[in-house]
């Protein structure tokens, strides 16, 4: 099995209810987003998928949260808030509906809102 990675960074504000009282302000992160893709089988060019098709799809997928305050995008709700666990869900989601190969598979995404603190969504098969 093989695994990729690619980093990428956004800046976004959101609130989060019934937490902490501190997080419940409206506050702001420049979030690290580490995305990982797994897959058996490399191409006839020896990789799994081109590193620059990656940063392509997640790119794209980062746009709409960028300089955003996330509570006001659509995707996130009360029943799924902008939290560090709903945006690496949301990320992982959105990259495997991306990818065209279905041998490729989004296999975790880590969302980090500080140096110190981080989510991933690890994704399973069922």
């Not at 098709?53 to 997640?58: G, L, M, P, R």
């Not at 794209?60 to 690496?88: Q, R, V």
Request: net charge negative.
């Amino acid at each position: 099995m093989f695994e990729l990675k690619v980093v990428t960074h956004f800046a976004a504000a959101h609130q989060l209810k019934m937490v902490a009282e501190k997080c419940e302000n409206l506050h702001g992160h420049n979030w690290k987003v580490e995305v990982c893709v797994a897959g058996k089988k490399l191409n006839r060019a020896g990789v799994l998928l081109d590193f620059g098709e990656i940063k392509k799809h997640v790119a794209d997928i980062i746009k709409t949260l960028d300089h955003k305050f996330l509570n006001d995008i659509e995707l996130f709700h009360d029943d799924y808030p902008p939290s560090s666990e709903n945006i690496a869900r949301y990320v992982a989601r959105e990259l495997q509906a991306a990818i065209k190969d279905s041998t490729i598979k989004v296999s975790r995404v880590t969302a980090w809102e500080s140096e110190n603190a981080c989510a991933t969504y690890i994704v399973s098969d069922s």
